[in-house]
């Protein structure tokens, strides 16, 4: 643990089966006024709508609703919630929903009293958030982007084209949150696969950077063979609780600073990939698999060692008496493979991105990497590569 960190992580988890029987006694501690956000219908049709509402109003909660939170959440959408707060003085942010209705919660949590535009002053100046921020909570309905248990919102600002991701202080982490994996069950297979892709995409953007020796490192191993072994058993039998509650925990442990501590870390994927989404606006996940080949093909040289710890602990491959080079490609193979297990696109051409659109999505990308740090020119080779895969 050679880089000096402080962690703080304030939410409080409520996982299992008997997870929501919590949310009363959660509530209590906040004002009556609640806002329940969520996406486009998904909760209503699981029968978790109603259950929330009952629970609300048995506990004599006010209740005021932003619905239709798109998933690549808007800021438009932002906005609407921050008004709705600020009009009925709310006293709790209640997002029931994926990643994309937390960070929206969380996006409105901090717009609500802001002094000037939100966006401008925290996605695009990264300014310290200055103003009150408004409590968030949030019931989670599927496994992926860890957005249950830290301070991050990704936002699309469709008028600038710009998908941009904000890592927030501790106090916009959701107060806490609510965990039963059975409801996961209903996400369609598509989806399913885009979060779980989405979880060793954040555990391979921590795991790929820096040579020491590191317990994060071991514990970001043992998450990804615990999610690839569960992942494998969740796809033949979608309701297996033993799978979906692994795979809900790797997810949540993923990307709550645990494993990020003493880690210089990368994230370049992830910057492409959230300005292939406000081009595409395709699923974050599917977006990151097609990106990942190609840009681990371009960079696994500038980190061989890791790249062949990755290939032997987390995929099996031999090294004896191997070219390291050779072990690590291999790797990277594996990956693909498991990308194609999954079931998700290896092309950005399924994604729905068109040739056209490569370079100015290169144009808008953050540039950045741990073992290398990528040029337009390279970031554009990797689109291009990614669009031609096969
Ligand atoms: O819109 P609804 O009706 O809610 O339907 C959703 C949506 O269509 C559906 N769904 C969710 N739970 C379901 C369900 N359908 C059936 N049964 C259920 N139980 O699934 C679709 C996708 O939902 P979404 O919330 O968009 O997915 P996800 O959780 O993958 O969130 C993606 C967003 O999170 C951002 C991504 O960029 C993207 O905008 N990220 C957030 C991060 C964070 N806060 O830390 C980190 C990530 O890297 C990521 O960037
Ligand atoms: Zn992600």
Request: aromatic letters at 10%.
């Amino acid at each position: 643990m050679l880089n000096d960190f402080t962690f703080h992580n304030p939410t409080k988890i409520y996982f299992g089966r008997t997870a929501f029987s919590h949310l009363p006694e959660a509530l209590s501690a906040f004002g009556p006024r609640i806002l329940l956000v969520y996406g486009k219908g998904a909760i209503k049709r699981i029968g978790l709508y109603d259950l929330v509402i009952r629970t609300l109003s048995a506990c004599g909660k006010e209740v005021y609703e932003l619905s239709g939170v798109s998933p690549n959440p808007r800021y438009t959408e932002v906005l609407s919630g921050a008004e709705i707060v600020r009009e009925k003085k709310i006293d709790l942010i209640l997002a029931v929903g994926g990643g994309s209705v937390i960070d929206c919660a969380k996006a409105i949590s901090v717009a609500a009293y802001c002094e000037g535009d939100a966006w401008q002053k925290y996605w695009e100046e990264l300014r310290p958030l200055e103003n009150e921020v408004v409590p968030v909570a949030s019931i989670l309905t599927m496994a992926g982007t860890g957005s249950e248990m830290n301070a991050c919102a990704v936002i699309t600002n469709e008028a600038e084209g710009i998908k941009e991701a904000r890592e927030f202080p501790p106090e916009v982490c959701p107060r806490f949150s609510i965990l039963n994996p059975e409801f996961t069950y209903t996400v369609p297979k598509y989806q399913m696969a885009s979060g779980i892709f989405d979880i060793l995409s954040h555990l391979m953007e921590q795991y790929f950077s820096d040579e020491d020796d590191n317990t994060s490192d071991y514990l970001m191993e043992g998450l990804m063979e615990s999610l690839i072994r569960s992942s494998r058993v969740a796809l033949r039998e979608p309701t297996n609780y033993e799978a979906r509650s692994n795979i809900m925990w790797c997810a949540t442990m993923a990307i709550n600073s645990v494993t990020s501590v003493s880690k210089t870390q990368d994230w370049e994927v992830h910057a492409i990939e959230h300005q292939l989404g406000a081009y595409t606006d395709c699923a974050h996940g599917a977006g990151l698999a097609a990106i990942s080949i190609p840009y681990y093909r371009h960079i696994f040289r500038d980190g061989l060692a890791r790249f062949v710890r990755f290939a032997t602990r987390i995929f099996g491959v031999s090294a004896e008496g191997r070219d390291p080079a050779s072990v690590a490609a291999e790797g990277i193979d594996r990956l693909r493979d498991f990308v194609i297990e999954l079931s998700l696109p290896l092309s950005l051409r399924d994604l729905g991105a068109t040739k056209e659109m490569l370079p100015r999505i290169a144009d808008t990308v953050e540039l950045g990497g741990a073992y290398r740090f990528l040029s337009r020119e390279e970031i554009l080779m990797i689109l291009q590569e990614a669009y031609d895969a096969k």
